[in-house]
């Protein structure tokens, strides 16, 4: 069991920025591959950004250019940097760490972003 503690959310304004942070308690972190999705009310669970043990990511192509994703094994730490932040960007935010067939789950943080 892995235990996954997030935090950084919270309100800003259009055009600002947020970073998100999730701390793994579980050793050999460097092991996993790591996600951000978020689910905004009445909408699916959606992949936001990825990142492998090797470093490589992908986004999904509504926050290409805006949102970067990274990871600190060291501190058993993944992060998401989000500028330029959209009021579509609004949805809570979970973490994710996948290996082979295992996955584990933050609890999630409510990014909500509103003028």
């Known amino acids: 069991q892995v235990q996954l503690v997030e935090s950084g959310g919270g309100l800003v304004q259009p055009g600002g920025s947020l970073r998100l942070s999730c701390v793994a308690s579980?050793?050999?972190?460097?092991?996993?591959?790591l996600y951000w999705y978020r689910q905004a009310p009445g909408k699916q669970r959606e992949l936001v950004a990825g990142?492998?043990?090797?470093?490589?990511?992908n986004y999904a192509d509504s926050v290409k250019g805006r949102f970067t994703i990274s990871r600190d094994n060291a501190e058993n730490t993944v992060s998401l940097q989000m500028n330029s932040l959209k009021p579509e960007d609004t949805a809570v935010y979970y973490c994710?760490?996948?290996?082979?067939?295992?996955?584990?789950w933050g609890q999630g943080t409510q990014v909500t972003v509103s003028s």
């Open positions: 579980r050793m050999s972190f460097s092991i996993y591959r």
């Open positions: 994710n760490l996948q290996y082979y067939s295992n996955e584990w």
């Open positions: 990142i492998t043990s090797d470093g490589s990511t």
